[in-house]
């Protein structure tokens, strides 16, 4: 069984197995949890990700997919990237925000971790709006039948917090 968790908190900081990164398909680094993740956890993280994608993700990582890096200097052992879709009124991409999930999850098994950390997945700059992108996120989750015993969801604000209590309780 997995326990969820939230906490507000600086996800580069948490200590777990593996942190999950909110990437863009590049693999490269940007803004928000990506540059975050990547300005922590040092060069590293960036030379993995120049590698993938000179050799088995060579068009950069599609949308509800994952895959793992080191951690370099951050507190856990692996990132897991994943893309999450941008958010869209006219054309429904909720499936493809689980996947994110899902698929990150199966990551984290294969590697054996115990322990996962997320963000809210689209929730930024891809502008999904946060109570729904909250409850695809815990749904994603719950039914997720991954065996890593501890997720835990690390929001960066009060509001985010809030909304993911509610949406676990």
């Known amino acids: ?33 990506d540059g975050a993740i990547h300005r922590v ?18 068009d950069g990582l599609p949308a509800g997919q994952a895959v793992a890096t080191t951690a370099g200097r951050l507190p856990a052992r692996w990132v ?11 054309e429904d991409r909720s499936a493809t925000l689980r996947s994110a999930y899902t698929s990150s999850l199966a990551v984290a098994s ?16 891809y502008g999904w709006p946060a109570d729904d992108a909250v409850s695809q996120a815990v749904g ?5 039948e991954s065996g890593i015993p501890r997720v835990l969801f690390v929001a ?3 509001r985010m917090a809030t909304l993911l209590r509610v949406e676990i309780d």
């Open 1 to 33: 069984m997995t326990t969820i968790e939230v906490v507000q908190a600086d996800i580069t900081q948490v200590e777990v197995d593996a942190v999950v990164n909110a990437a863009n398909s590049g693999l490269l680094g940007g803004g928000g949890v």
């Open 41 to 58: 956890g040092g060069p590293e993280i960036l030379a993995e990700c120049r590698r993938l994608r000179a050799t088995t993700l060579r």
């Open 80 to 90: 897991i990237h994943t893309v999450g879709p941008r958010y869209s009124a006219s």
């Open 110 to 125: 294969d590697l054996g971790a115990r322990s996962v950390a997320f963000p809210v997945i689209s929730s930024g700059v």
């Open 140 to 144: 994603a989750v719950r039914k997720a």
């Open 156 to 158: 960066f604000d009060e």
